[in-house]
């Protein structure tokens, strides 16, 4: 399906939403947190209905449009006509989560190196630098249970994220959730952060020096003060005019 016919058939507030997950998609692409087809980031549709956007499977991220995106309901049926087919395992996990929690407009699940790392240490995230105290003011983590398909999964991961903006699925990788697709980057962007750091710190082979959990605390309202309470909002448009300048194709 063309993108004229996709955008004549969506509404402006759809149209939006796609495009920013599709530039999504481009960014992590951008930084090398894909991993070939195998994750997922998805969005509510703006609306009454329970209906979300997730990748075509089968396509690179650097290859994802707003048009590409297909539109699901909560039972994984298309809702939009669309060639491409989705991956199970992402929709269970996605679905699970926008069933849940109302706030949960865009969820980025990725198997990147560092976080799949970090999350098969028994110590998960430890609180050794600034980007770590932001991800343990608000971290959940779920256990491994195999490759997600089943739906009887969904209750446990539910419970395991709560009302948390971080999980990390143990011995799979890592998960954000948030209100925007901007803030649902940003959390992702200091998730990998942090594991990042930590495998690095850890293979220098010293001690290493731990935040005092005083500062943990108060994280949170460190960030917005960081973000002028703007949270992703502030980095996006910027980032969006990056990706402008070297592949505007992903708004198609």
């Not at 970090?118 to 991800?135: C, K």
């Not at 020096?209 to 943990?216: A, F, L, N, S, Y």
């Not at 605390?217 to 002028?228: D, F, L, M, N, Y």
């Amino acid at each position: 399906m063309s993108d004229e016919s996709v955008r004549s058939r969506v509404g402006e507030a759809e149209w939006r939403q796609r495009v920013d997950l599709a530039a999504c998609y481009r960014l992590v692409a951008r930084q090398g947190w894909d991993d070939l087809i195998f994750t997922h980031l998805s969005a509510r549709v703006p609306g009454p209905e329970h209906h979300f956007l997730i990748n075509p499977y089968g396509m690179l991220f650097c290859e994802i449009t707003a048009s590409s995106l297909v539109k699901v309901d909560l039972e994984g049926r298309k809702v939009l006509d669309s060639p491409y087919d989705i991956n199970p395992a992402g929709f269970v996990i996605h679905s699970a989560v926008h069933a849940a929690r109302a706030d949960a407009q865009c969820v980025l699940h990725l198997h990147t190196i560092d976080g799949v790392a970090v999350s098969a240490q028994q110590g998960g995230v430890l609180p050794i630098s600034q980007q770590s105290i932001f991800v343990l003011a608000s971290l959940g983590y779920h256990a491994y249970e195999g490759v997600a398909l089943g739906d009887d999964e969904k209750p446990r991961l539910v419970r395991d994220l709560g009302d948390k903006s971080f999980l990390m699925l143990r011995n799979h990788g890592l998960l954000t959730v948030a209100e925007d697709v901007a803030n649902a980057f940003l959390l992702m962007y200091v998730f990998q952060s942090a594991c990042a750091i930590q495998v690095r710190a850890q293979a220098g082979g010293g001690p290493l020096v731990t935040v005092d959990p005083r500062i943990i605390a108060g994280a949170q309202e460190q960030s917005k003060q960081v973000t002028r309470s703007a949270g992703g909002a502030l980095a996006w448009p910027a980032l969006l005019r990056q990706l402008d300048r070297e592949d505007p194709s992903y708004r198609s």
